[in-house]
């Protein structure tokens, strides 16, 4: 199986800050990344797929970068709607595997 | 606008079964493979199984093969996951989700609300 690693587990954060979270997979998945943000209660909702590309409805302070391997979640001005937990996933092979996920807490 | 409600979730004894399922609107459900996915707060996100619109496909992951089985009856939006020789490590919360298009290789954008299934004696 493909081992996603996300980097930190936690991460504490002001509203307006640049935030930045990476993924690691154990092999090559090309770009078959998505990033997920779920909140307490609720499901998980998409943010990007394919590495890079925004999910419709999405805000542009989203974005993803990264292929192969090495993979990033970038959040230009953290909002107040934003902290959250976020997770990647890799789809490149069945199973598809999750990161351990990456809690965006108020500093 | 995608609705996904899942229902079937419960309390059941080790090694008893359960028959989770998935009703979809707002979107052409027989043209999307759909997927199930659980939620530990120990083990966090587990893909457990997908089927493609061609409901002979399937896939699974190696800690339910053999004890579940995903199905579904497009007649009627509906996808089900029929879960037996449960475990303790089976407790979770299960979400179904859909494929994001029905072309190309892809992953799962909505997901419904999740049922939450409790093993236990």
């Known amino acids: 199986d493909i081992q996603m690693t996300q980097s930190p587990s936690t991460l504490s954060a002001s509203v307006g800050d640049r935030v930045t979270i990476t993924c690691r997979a154990s092999q090559y998945i090309s770009s078959w990344l998505a990033w997920y943000q779920q909140k307490p209660g609720k499901a998980p909702k998409l943010l990007i797929y394919e590495a890079s590309s925004l999910e419709t409805g999405v805000p542009s302070r989203f974005s993803g970068s990264g292929s192969g391997t090495e993979f990033a979640l970038t959040i230009s001005s953290l909002q107040p709607d934003d902290f959250a937990t976020y997770y990647c996933?890799?789809?490149?092979?069945?199973?598809?595997?999750f990161g351990q996920g990456t809690k965006v807490e108020v500093k | 606008e995608v609705q996904l409600l899942e229902s079937g979730g419960g309390l059941v004894q080790p090694g008893g079964s359960l028959r989770l399922s998935c009703a979809a609107s707002?979107?052409?459900?027989?043209?999307?493979?759909m997927s199930w996915v659980r939620q530990t707060p120990g083990k966090g996100l587990e893909w457990i199984s997908t089927i493609f619109y061609i409901a002979t496909k399937t896939s699974y992951a190696d800690s339910v093969r053999g004890r579940f089985t995903v199905s579904r009856d497009n007649s009627k939006n509906t996808l089900f996951l029929q879960m037996n020789s449960l475990r303790a490590e089976d407790t979770a919360i299960y979400f179904c989700?859909?494929?994001?298009?029905?072309?190309?290789?892809?992953?799962?954008?909505?997901w419904g609300q999740g049922t939450l299934v409790t093993v236990s004696s």
């Open positions: 996933q890799q789809y490149n092979s069945f199973p598809w595997t």
């Open positions: 989700a859909k494929f994001r298009s029905t072309t190309g290789w892809t992953t799962s954008d909505s």
């Open positions: 707002g979107f052409t459900f027989s043209d999307y493979a």
